[in-house]
């Protein structure tokens, strides 16, 4: 019997997303010692026996890593094997901003220059920094 289990609390990372070259620490709650099969799968071509091993995603991509394991045979031979999911990891390109040189006439009249600069961190869409008035 096999299954495949989606559960956020079998499998635990240190992080979620970051830029590529991204290193994560994969937990899991389960006791090693009830298995007679263990291996990570990271979803980027690299596997594990480690109990709480480390992978690091080199690509840009959304991955999911599973934990396969397997139970020992019941009296009647048969044997159980179940896959938990983890969440989704999020490996992507680093934002690299490039700095904008303005040329003033007259460094001491700042007073016509009415500009907003506002940075956004475009892998989560958020706002990261804002300034008025420059």
């Given amino acids: 019997m096999s299954a495949s289990i989606t559960h956020a609390s079998v499998i635990s990372t240190n992080v979620s ?3 590529v070259s991204l290193t994560v620490a ?8 009830q298995f007679t099969s263990w291996i990570w799968d990271f979803g ?24 396969t394991v ?4 019941d009296p009647n031979g048969n044997v159980q ?6 969440n989704p990891i999020y ?14 006439n007259d460094p001491n009249d700042l007073s016509r220059w009415n500009m907003s600069v506002e940075c956004l961190d475009v892998s989560l869409g958020e706002e990261t920094l804002s300034a008025d008035g420059l």
């Fill in 17 to 19: 997303n970051g830029t």
């Fill in 26 to 33: 994969f937990y899991s709650n389960l006791d090693r010692s």
């Fill in 44 to 67: 980027d071509g690299n596997t594990s026996t480690a109990t709480n091993p480390i992978n690091t995603y080199f690509s840009i991509d959304t991955f999911t890593a599973s934990l």
């Fill in 70 to 73: 397997t139970l020992p045979p």
């Fill in 81 to 86: 094997t179940f896959s938990y999911i983890s």
């Fill in 91 to 104: 490996a992507y390109e680093p934002v690299i901003l490039h700095p904008v040189a303005i040329q003033l």
